[in-house]
């Protein structure tokens, strides 16, 4: 299978530090010759190594404004976190007038969809014989890691599409009927606040085919459209969404939309996998629906944004007072009820698996503790690997070599001396 | 072939450390490549197994014997003993502190838990002496 990802390195940047190769959480970093590398099957684009990477090396992957010529007629789909970039800003309007005045030809805004991606999960809650907890699958990073790390929560995914997914098939529908032109001439654009959402796009779980035809980094677009905003004197209202919809914008927005009491919402990697691991041991009877993020404050957290995520999350609920609890209701569009739905089964995709035959995987096991013993234990990381465990699989699997232990070379050196 | 085996000291002191030995567990299994239902098993048998060793006994060893077919976990402490194994195998029954049950563990799930997810289990147990417990699951 091809992988694709929406993280590259900038060589000439990056120093072979060790610090993405430590903090990324599927442990698919490895620095060789100096670079820092991923191993492709493993990375789940979450960006925790675009983020925290010192030397601005890892790089984001995302289409560029310039991609809108291709096309004929173009709408934007602004992500809610977009909101909260800008300050002093009390009217979503300003931002989706901005949008057409550098060259979109209409918005239909994301927290619209988010309010029917509300909906329908009301609905399916409210069915009888759903595993307990149902886990959110807006964040493409959350659905990636459960696929290579928790097989078990496979079953527990919601299953209903991004809010972005649908809220493109609705513009596109839309555009279709307002224009008459064909499909093909139309662009359906998101402003992402993150990269996992690129790759959502050029390799989609659960459904084979998506109706947008790019992603923009908020971060690219933000230059342009503060200029245009800046020349708005009275906006259109534009905006037709609710403060549930654009709630999704950080943790807990969704959860709380369902209306419900027994709803756990958590964001950030490491947390994230803590929660995971208690469902998975089912630890976690009290709740029945989870909502998680991989960035810290949810999406306001996306490394594509601009403005701290605490001062995002804040400016976002403060446009929440303006606005109307929820303002769409599926039965307003034309999207047919299957279409909210993944269509297509995630399947477990074992790349921490040793061997996929037991007997060679214990064999390998057993030669990974051989090796470990030998190791100090310190997980220096100076090898290249996250640690000395990660760096004893390498060697057995053969893509590192025990000499690349620097404290074990040390001792080799002390004894030749002696 | 020989099992794989592993190691931990489970720290009496610490209560936000229990669970860790069989988090890491469950790692090593799901890297190996055992089925899901059976990673699942062991670590609640173990987690409930360690949890106990850390109310009652101090902490304690566990030791984890993995081959294809079987999958052994043995823990062993020197905590007080169990006075009635019967008692203690009665859901609900519990000698937990009362500091430990507002924590929310010490519901008396422990043993009756690790019976239910083990095809096996032995408590070899002495007052005064301490307790180990061999949990057996079949792969």
Not at chain 1, 44 to 56: A, F, N, S, T, W
Not at chain 1, 119 to 142: D, G, H, V
Not at chain 2, 18 to 31: D, F
Request: hydrophobic share 40%.
């Amino acid at each position: 299978m091809e992988y694709f990802h929406s993280v590259t390195l900038d060589a000439k940047r990056c120093r072979g530090c060790i610090t993405c190769v430590k903090r990324c959480p599927t442990e698919a970093i490895r620095v060789k010759n100096g670079k820092a590398t991923i191993i492709k099957e493993r990375c789940i684009d979450c960006g925790e190594c675009i983020r925290v990477c010192p030397h601005r090396a890892k790089k984001a992957v995302f289409d560029k404004l310039s991609l809108l010529d291709e096309f004929e007629y173009n709408v934007s789909l602004p992500a809610p976190a977009l909101y909260g970039q800008f300050n002093n800003l009390d009217n979503v309007d300003y931002i989706l007038n901005g949008l057409l005045d550098i060259g979109f030809d209409d918005v239909f805004e994301v927290a619209r969809a988010a309010e029917l991606v509300s909906e329908c999960t009301r609905k399916i809650m409210n069915e009888p014989n759903q595993p307990k907890p149902i886990i959110s699958t807006a964040c493409p990073a959350i659905v990636r890691l459960i696929r290579v790390r928790f097989p078990k929560l496979i079953p527990h995914l919601l299953g209903v599409k991004a809010p972005v997914e649908i809220a493109a098939s609705i513009a596109r529908i839309e555009a279709e009927k307002k224009t008459g032109l064909p499909t093909e001439k139309i662009g359906v654009f998101f402003i992402s606040p993150c990269p996992a959402k690129v790759t959502a796009m050029h390799q989609p779980l659960g459904t084979d085919d998506t109706d947008v035809s790019g992603v923009l980094a908020i971060s690219d677009v933000y230059k342009p459209l503060l200029a245009a905003m800046n020349k708005i004197q009275q906006p259109k209202p534009l905006s037709e969404c609710g403060l549930t919809g654009i709630s999704w914008g950080y943790t807990g927005g969704e959860a709380t939309a369902l209306l419900r009491t027994r709803y756990l919402a958590a964001d950030g990697m490491e947390n994230v996998i803590k929660i995971l691991e208690e469902i998975e041991d089912d630890k976690l009877l009290d709740v029945d629906f989870v909502e998680l993020g991989a960035c810290v404050s949810g999406c306001v957290g996306g490394c594509l944004n601009i403005e701290n995520p605490y001062i995002a999350r804040t400016r976002v609920r403060q446009l929440r007072k303006y606005m109307p609890v929820s303002s769409n209701r599926m039965k307003d569009f034309d999207l047919p009820a299957e279409d909210y739905f993944w269509h297509k089964p995630i399947e477990y995709d074992p790349v921490m698996q040793l061997d996929q035959d037991l007997q060679k995987a214990m064999m390998k096991m057993q030669e990974i503790q051989r090796i470990e013993k030998e190791l100090p234990g310190i997980d220096c990381s100076a090898c290249g690997s996250p640690s000395c465990h990660a760096f004893a699989v390498d060697v057995v699997e053969g893509t590192a070599k025990f000499s690349d232990c620097l404290i074990v070379l040390k001792n080799r050196l002390k004894d030749i001396m002696e | 072939m020989e099992p794989i085996v592993l190691t931990y000291q489970v720290d009496g002191e610490d209560f936000s450390a229990a669970g860790e030995a069989s988090s890491s567990v469950k790692k090593t299994l799901k890297q190996l490549g055992f089925s899901p239902d059976v990673i699942r098993r062991v670590a609640i048998a173990m987690y409930e197994g360690e949890i106990n060793m850390v109310i009652h006994a101090d902490g304690g060893e566990a030791r984890v014997e993995i081959t294809q077919s079987t999958i052994c976990i043995i823990l062993a402490d020197k905590g007080p003993g169990i006075k009635d194994i019967n008692l203690a195998m009665q859901e609900g029954y519990s000698t937990a502190p009362e500091e430990v049950r507002n924590l929310g563990f010490g519901a008396g799930m422990g043993l009756p838990n690790i019976k239910k997810y083990s095809d096996e289990l032995k408590i070899d147990t002495e007052l005064g002496v301490g307790t180990t417990l061999t949990i057996l699951i079949n792969t």
